[in-house]
């Protein structure tokens, strides 16, 4: 069974960091393109963050862009998200995804890509 599970969300204050793992299993997580995306309530689904599969290239939301860092591991099946100087407007649900490609504008995904359950994060003093 495919399967994608973020881990790593939590509760940090203003300027705090966290690291969002996402694993993969019943599948090679390598032959995939992964994005991060993000739900806040009320708002639309944004994509973040995504990594080509063999780690040549990267996307990054200008909102997160010198703050946030994506990574991958290929023989262990994760990629991670390694977010620093959190601001409150980070704040949401945070999901991995298979993607179908990385784009100049964001990370393309379509139906047949698998997601994760999603991981919250809330960034609040």
């Known amino acids: 069974q495919v399967q994608l599970v973020e881990s790593g969300g939590g509760l940090v204050q203003p300027g705090g960091s966290l690291r969002l793992s996402c694993a993969a299993s019943?599948?090679?997580?390598?032959?995939?393109?992964i994005g991060w995306f993000r739900q806040a309530p009320g708002k639309e689904r944004e994509g973040v963050s995504c990594?080509?599969?063999?780690?040549?290239?990267?996307y990054y939301a200008d909102s997160v862009k010198g703050r946030f860092t994506i990574s991958r591991d290929n023989a262990k099946n994760t990629v991670w998200l390694q977010m620093d100087s959190l601001k409150p407007e980070d704040s949401a649900v945070y999901y991995c995804a298979t993607i179908q490609k990385l784009a100049g504008w964001g990370c393309v995904y379509n139906e047949n890509d698998s997601w994760g359950q999603g991981t919250q994060v809330t960034v609040s003093s």
């Open positions: 990594i080509s599969h063999n780690d040549e290239n990267t």
């Open positions: 019943g599948f090679t997580l390598g032959y995939y393109a």
